[in-house]
């Protein structure tokens, strides 16, 4: 298993920066040197005192001592070497092995196992950093395996959504039209009963319409490729104001704006939003006139969109129970719709990496809803 490569490793500051077996040739070197000056130095006085014919016994003492000096020299440099191959061989090399080991892991195969067998406290230590990183692998793999079937199981049912709707529209046509046809060419002979019969059928198959064309918007987005490009949000304002125009005019329906910016994004869905957004602020409206204000402004790396009415408002204890589908909080017949509006915004925010929110704390009245989008030439 490969996943992204790790960061490179922090560079080490100051002395640490020297690797320690050039702190242990360093050291070794002025030890020998301070010992071969010392045995010389000893050496030539000796030789010296020989040259000044010093009594035999001192003399023989003299020998002896230059024996010993050298007998020390021999077994001091035995030791040096020896424990040069030592640390060479049971701590540089180790390191070195699991140094490798580790960059192997840090580069991206996690499941390349960490081991040395000595030193007894390296091999220890690699135990350990081991057994983190079989957990951690462990732990991502589950998780990994969670999100890909939650985005299997998502795709499956946005594909079946999709289906489902599609397919319900020519039979669902045809019980609406039909029973149309049924009123205009018999109602004559029908009485009212029998009207009123057909007048539920054709209402309720033209809701059923309704609700179909809803969650087929709601599962095209992002199944559906839809390019994002740099948008001008002010104009998927205007093309959303100009599908709901009659509705607008005939409410008396104000809507104001800020200046609005460039984002990225894709341009239909975009105008499924502000369409979304305005048809709630109006819909919901109280009983002064509905004065709609659409705001926007830059939050670092995002625009910050509001929408704000004087409508009836919402009680904030539904806060996140409006974004799911289908759920209202109104009877149909008091302020029509399918339930679905607010379910689709928020899936175009979030398929933009943004995040929508009715706001608990706005002080306009009615309602505020805001959203971030990504500003224009950010298409991470
Ligand atoms: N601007 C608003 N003012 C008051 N209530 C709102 C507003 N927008 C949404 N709501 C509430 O959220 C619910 C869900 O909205 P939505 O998903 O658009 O469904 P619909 O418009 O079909 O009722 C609405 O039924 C309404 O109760
Ligand atoms: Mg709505």
Redo the contacts with the bound molecule.
């Keep these: 298993m490969s996943i992204h490569p790790l960061p490179p490793a922090r560079e080490p500051t100051g002395l640490g920066r020297l690797p320690v077996a050039r702190w242990f040739l360093f050291v070794g070197a002025i030890a020998a040197l301070a010992f071969v000056t010392g045995v010389t130095v000893i050496l030539l006085m000796s030789v010296r005192t020989m040259e000044l014919s010093p009594p035999p016994e001192v003399a023989a003492q003299l020998t002896r001592l230059n024996y010993a000096l050298i007998v020390v020299f021999g077994v001091l440099l035995a030791c040096g070497v020896g424990l040069a191959f030592i640390v060479r061989h049971a701590v540089l090399n180790p390191i070195e092995r699991l140094t490798t080991q580790v960059r192997t892991v840090a580069a991206g195969d996690f499941d390349h196992a960490l081991h040395v067998d000595r030193p007894a406290e390296l091999a220890e230590l690699a135990s350990h950093v081991d057994s983190m990183r079989d957990r951690v692998v462990a732990a991502w793999r589950v998780a990994t395996d969670q999100s890909e079937e939650l985005r299997r199981s998502n795709g499956e049912l946005e594909q079946f959504a999709y289906v489902a709707s599609h397919d319900l529209q020519e039979p669902l046509r045809k019980v609406a039209s039909f029973s149309q046809m049924l009123e205009q060419r018999y109602g004559p002979q029908l009485d009212d009963r029998a009207r009123q019969y057909i007048h539920y059928a054709v209402d309720g198959a033209k809701r059923m319409q309704l609700l179909i064309n809803d969650l087929l918007d709601f599962s095209r987005v992002g199944r559906v490729t839809s390019e994002k490009t740099a948008v001008e949000s002010g104009v998927a304002l205007d093309a959303a104001l100009d599908n709901l125009s009659a509705m607008v005019e005939e409410t008396g329906a104000t809507v104001t704006r800020d200046e609005l910016p460039q984002v990225t994004g894709n341009r239909m869905q975009l105008t499924q939003l502000f369409q979304?957004m305005i048809e709630?602020?109006v819909?919901?409206r109280s009983e002064e006139p509905p004065r709609v204000h659409v705001g926007a402004e830059r939050s670092g790396e995002m625009w910050e969109f509001s929408c704000s009415?004087n409508?009836?408002?919402?009680e904030p204890k539904y806060a996140d129970r409006?974004f799911l589908i289908f759920?209202?909080?109104?009877p149909r017949d008091v302020?029509p719709?399918?339930?679905?509006?607010?379910?689709l915004c928020r899936k175009i925010v979030e398929y933009h990496g943004g995040r929508l929110w009715l706001d608990g704390d706005a002080q306009s009245g009615?309602?505020t809803f805001r959203w971030t989008l990504p500003v224009a030439g950010d298409r991470s």
């Design positions: 979304n709630n602020a819909k919901f009415d409508g009836i408002g919402v409006i759920q209202r909080l109104h302020y719709g399918t339930g679905i509006g607010l379910a009615g309602t």
